[in-house]
């Protein structure tokens, strides 16, 4: 099975505090990416990485980056933690573009920023 | 632009009742559909998809959907609900077939299976 395991299922961090979300995945998968979901709103995406080193900015990338430095481990930066970025965050893999794949997710971090 | 809408944001049904979860999409080429399930404080798990063919699709958990391209649907079924199966229901749509980062979300149905 797929095993996709994020490093902490709960975060409280104050305001103005640099975030590190840590994901891993163990199925050789290309894509890695990070979602952010929040009521109401579903899941939107932050940004996403088809190989080592590459990323691209999805829908709501703001206020976020990302790092890809080798292919099992995708990790997730907030640079200076604000209020509004307190959310369930969601990390998931799939096979590359050349499948018509589902994405498999971790167990979500649940970030709260104080 | 493509678009998934779930219209209802909550579904209760009784156990041993059928269930069904609705979807509706808007691409401007061909869908591909996918369902997950997400049990609380738990990642979102896969339980089907429709790529081609068969309008009906089978997946886990004795889930189902059925494609309808006239109506722009994809819903989500089980014949005999399970109180178990109470969770929140995503479902998303891409119009391309190898662009994984394409996958569009609707907002989510919370389903509550009534013992």
């Known amino acids: 099975d797929v095993k996709v395991t994020q490093s902490s299922r709960y975060l409280v961090k104050r305001t103005g505090e640099k975030v590190f979300l840590e994901c891993v995945q163990d199925?050789?998968?290309?894509?890695m990416f990070w979602y952010r979901q929040d009521p109401g709103l579903g899941l939107r995406l932050i940004y996403f990485s088809y190989d080592v080193k590459m990323k691209e900015k999805g829908d709501i990338p703001e206020g976020y980056s990302v790092s890809r430095e080798k292919k099992e481990r995708f990790s997730l930066i907030l640079e200076s933690a604000s209020t509004n970025q307190t959310s369930m965050y969601l990390c998931?893999?799939?096979?590359?573009?050349?499948?018509?794949?589902?994405?498999?997710f971790g167990q979500g971090t649940r970030l709260t920023v104080v | 632009a493509q678009s998934v809408a779930q219209p209802e944001d909550q579904v209760n049904v009784a156990e041993g009742n059928p269930l069904t979860v609705k979807c509706t999409y808007s691409v401007s080429g061909n869908p591909y559909l996918f369902w997950y399930v997400q049990y609380p404080n738990r990642g979102l798990q896969f339980l089907l998809k429709?790529?081609?063919?068969?309008?009906l699709v089978k997946g886990s958990y004795g889930f189902e959907a059925e494609f309808n391209k006239s109506q722009t649907s994809f819903h989500l079924k089980k014949p005999s609900a399970l109180v178990s199966d109470s969770a929140l229901y995503f479902c998303a749509v891409r119009d391309v077939p190898y662009s994984a980062r394409q996958l569009t979300f609707g907002s989510g149905t919370q389903l509550t299976v009534l013992p």
């Open positions: 998931a893999s799939s096979f590359p573009d050349r499948a018509v794949a589902e994405a498999f």
């Open positions: 429709y790529i081609t063919g068969d309008n």
């Open positions: 199925m050789d998968h290309e894509n």
